[in-house]
C-alpha cells in the first residue's frame, strides 16, 4: 500500500461548479497535513495546512480532516479556470519527513 | 520577499559529469530539504537538513551529496551524473523539522544525456 493515495485524475469541474479532491494515508500517527498547487512547470505552492479533525476554511478553499478514516480532502467553492493545477496532499511522518502523494489533475472547464 | 531560491534553473549534462545545485531561503528557517520529481512517482525525499551542522539521507540518496553550508544554504552534489537522474529538483524549507509547513524554491531542470 502507498504511504499516500490520490486519484490522478484529470478531474474535470465546469467552472462555478465545487471541485472535491480526496487523499487517503497510511500513517496513523500523522498529524500534520498538507495540501500543494503545482502547475505544470512551477513548483509546489502551499494551499492550506490542517491539523486536527474537522474542516479548516480559507477562502474558497476548505480542507477537511478525518484521523479515524485517514482520509484529507480539499474542496474548491466557485471553481475558476484559473484553479487548473496539479494537487499535491502530504502529511509529514515523524520528525523530518514530508509525504507526498503524486497529486489529482484538476480541470476547470470555461 | 525571495522566500527560496534555486540556481540553476535550467542545466544540461554529460553522463559522468559533475555539478551543484544551489539553494538559499531567507526566512530563518531550520530544516531544509532536496526533493526531485519524475512523471507519475510524485516528490521523492533525497536528503535532508534538520538543522544547520547535520544531514542525512531520505528515500533516495544514491549518487548524490549535500552540504549545509550555513543555516541559509543548502546545496546538492551529483558527482557523477547518470541518465537516470534526469529530473526536476526541488529545494524546500521549514521552520522547524516537520509538522509545518514546507515552502519550495522554483525547481531546477536536469537533464542528463
Known amino acids: 500500500q502507498k504511504e499516500v493515495e490520490q486519484n490522478s485524475g484529470p478531474l474535470s469541474v465546469p467552472e462555478g461548479a465545487i471541485a472535491s479532491l480526496n487523499c487517503t494515508y497510511s500513517?496513523?500517527?500523522?498529524?500534520?497535513f498538507f495540501w500543494y498547487r503545482q502547475y505544470s512547470g512551477k513548483s509546489p505552492e502551499l494551499i492550506m495546512s490542517i491539523y486536527s479533525n474537522g474542516d479548516k476554511e480559507d477562502g474558497r478553499f476548505t480542507a477537511q480532516l478525518n484521523k479515524a478514516s485517514q482520509y484529507v480532502s480539499l474542496l474548491i467553492r466557485d471553481s475558476q479556470p484559473s484553479d487548473s493545477a496539479t494537487y499535491l496532499c502530504?502529511?509529514?511522518?515523524?520528525?523530518?519527513?514530508?509525504?507526498f502523494g503524486t497529486g489529482t489533475r484538476l480541470k476547470v472547464l470555461a | 520577499n525571495a522566500g527560496v531560491t534555486q540556481t540553476p534553473k535550467f542545466q544540461v549534462l554529460k553522463t559522468g559529469q559533475s555539478m551543484t545545485l544551489q539553494c538559499a531561503q531567507d526566512?530563518?528557517?531550520?530544516?531544509m530539504y532536496w526533493y526531485r520529481q519524475d512523471p507519475g512517482m510524485g516528490l521523492r525525499l533525497i536528503y535532508y537538513s534538520a538543522s544547520e551542522g547535520t544531514t542525512d539521507k531520505g528515500e533516495v540518496p544514491n549518487g548524490y551529496n549535500v552540504s549545509r553550508l550555513n543555516k541559509r544554504e543548502f546545496s546538492l552534489r551529483l558527482e557523477s551524473a547518470a541518465p537516470s537522474q534526469t529530473s526536476v529538483y526541488f529545494c524546500?524549507?521549514?521552520?522547524?523539522?516537520?509538522?509545518?509547513?514546507?515552502?519550495f524554491g522554483q525547481g531546477t531542470r536536469l537533464t542528463v544525456v
Open positions: 500513517d496513523r500517527v500523522s498529524q500534520s
Open positions: 502530504a502529511f509529514s511522518q515523524g520528525t523530518y519527513k514530508y509525504i
Open positions: 526566512m530563518n528557517h531550520n530544516s
Open positions: 524546500a524549507s521549514c521552520a522547524q523539522t516537520g509538522g509545518t509547513e514546507a515552502f
